[in-house]
C-alpha cells in the first residue's frame, strides 16, 4: 500500500466556486486521483481553506499557516511514500506583499520540512511532488466592482508568474506538475476549480504519478 498526503488549500478541500460550500467527496480532485490510481493507495486529503505557504493571516487566523502544520500533518500520517503539495494562491492576497519568486521560495521551504521530517517509509524522506497552481483570474462580483480590480491584477500578474518561478526555484529538487498547462480556475470565482477541472487534474496526476514516481 502507498500512501500519498495531499497538502493544499480550498482547492484540495472542495471549495465551490459559487460560493455553496463543498463539492461531494466523488467531485474532488484527490478522489479523482485515488479512483484513477485504483488499489494500492491510500490518499489522504489534507485541504483547508485559506490556507497559506508559511503566512500568519492577521484576517482569516494564524491557523492557515501551512508551515505550522505541515510537520505535525507529517508525522500523524507517516509512513508517507509521496507528499503532494498545492499551495501558493492564497499567499497573492495583498495583505501578504509578497512576489510570485517569494511564494516560490516559500514553497521550497515547505519542500525542505519534507525532506527533513524522516516520514517516509524506513524514516527516510517521502517522494514529494509539487504542483504548480494555475493562473486567477478576475471573478464576476470584482469585475461589477471596478474599484477592485486594480488589486486583483496584481495578483494576477503574479499569478502568471508561478510556472517560471516555481521551476527556477524546485526544478531538481522535487518533482513538479504545471497544472496552468492543463487546467483553469472558475470564472465565477477566479480562484476555485469546477469539477471538470478537479477530474482533469486528478486524472493527470495520476497518470504523472505512474509515469515518474511509483
Same mark, same amino acid.
Given at each position: 500500500?502507498?500512501?500519498?498526503?495531499?497538502?493544499?488549500?480550498?482547492?484540495?478541500?472542495?471549495?465551490?466556486?459559487?460560493?455553496?460550500?463543498?463539492?461531494?467527496?466523488?467531485?474532488?480532485?484527490?478522489?479523482?486521483?485515488?479512483?484513477?490510481?485504483?488499489?494500492?493507495?491510500?490518499?489522504?486529503?489534507?485541504?483547508?481553506?485559506?490556507?497559506?505557504?508559511?503566512?500568519?493571516?492577521?484576517?482569516?487566523?494564524?491557523?492557515?499557516?501551512?508551515?505550522?502544520?505541515?510537520?505535525?500533518?507529517?508525522?500523524?500520517?507517516?509512513?508517507?511514500?509521496?507528499?503532494?503539495?498545492?499551495?501558493?494562491?492564497?499567499?497573492?492576497?495583498?495583505?501578504?506583499?509578497?512576489?510570485?519568486?517569494?511564494?516560490?521560495?516559500?514553497?521550497?521551504?515547505?519542500?525542505?520540512? =519534507? *525532506?527533513? #521530517? !524522516?516520514?517516509?517509509?524506513?524514516?527516510?524522506? %517521502?517522494?514529494?511532488?509539487? @504542483?504548480?497552481?494555475?493562473? &486567477?483570474?478576475?471573478?464576476?462580483?470584482?469585475?461589477?466592482?471596478?474599484?477592485?480590480?486594480?488589486?486583483?491584477?496584481?495578483?494576477?500578474?503574479?499569478?502568471?508568474?508561478?510556472?517560471?518561478?516555481?521551476?527556477?526555484?524546485?526544478?531538481?529538487?522535487?518533482?513538479?506538475?504545471?497544472?496552468?498547462?492543463? =487546467? *483553469?480556475? #472558475? !470564472?465565477?470565482?477566479?480562484?476555485?476549480?469546477? %469539477?471538470?477541472?478537479?477530474? @482533469?487534474?486528478?486524472?493527470? &496526476?495520476?497518470?504523472?504519478?505512474?509515469?515518474?514516481?511509483?
Amino acid at each position: 500500500m502507498k500512501t500519498i498526503l495531499c497538502y493544499g488549500d480550498s482547492n484540495t478541500w472542495g471549495y465551490n466556486p459559487d460560493g455553496t460550500g463543498r463539492y461531494p467527496k466523488n467531485i474532488r480532485w484527490t478522489s479523482v486521483l485515488e479512483n484513477e490510481l485504483g488499489k494500492g493507495y491510500e490518499i489522504i486529503a489534507e485541504g483547508l481553506n485559506g490556507r497559506t505557504t508559511v503566512w500568519n493571516d492577521p484576517v482569516r487566523g494564524e491557523y492557515r499557516n501551512g508551515k505550522m502544520y505541515l510537520y505535525p500533518c507529517l508525522h500523524t500520517h507517516k509512513p508517507i511514500d509521496l507528499v503532494i503539495l498545492f499551495l501558493g494562491s492564497n499567499d497573492l492576497k495583498s495583505r501578504f506583499s509578497v512576489s510570485s519568486y517569494e511564494i516560490a521560495q516559500s514553497v521550497e521551504m515547505l519542500v525542505n520540512i =519534507i *525532506k527533513k #521530517s !524522516e516520514t517516509g517509509p524506513n524514516m527516510d524522506s %517521502p517522494d514529494i511532488l509539487v @504542483i504548480i497552481p494555475p493562473p &486567477i483570474l478576475i471573478p464576476v462580483e470584482v469585475r461589477e466592482a471596478e474599484y477592485l480590480i486594480p488589486e486583483c491584477e496584481k495578483a494576477i500578474e503574479k499569478s502568471k508568474q508561478f510556472s517560471k518561478e516555481f521551476s527556477r526555484i524546485l526544478s531538481g529538487q522535487c518533482h513538479l506538475f504545471d497544472s496552468s498547462k492543463l =487546467i *483553469k480556475t #472558475s !470564472e465565477v470565482d477566479g480562484m476555485h476549480l469546477d %469539477p471538470e477541472n478537479h477530474k @482533469i487534474l486528478g486524472k493527470e &496526476i495520476a497518470k504523472y504519478i505512474r509515469d515518474h514516481i511509483f
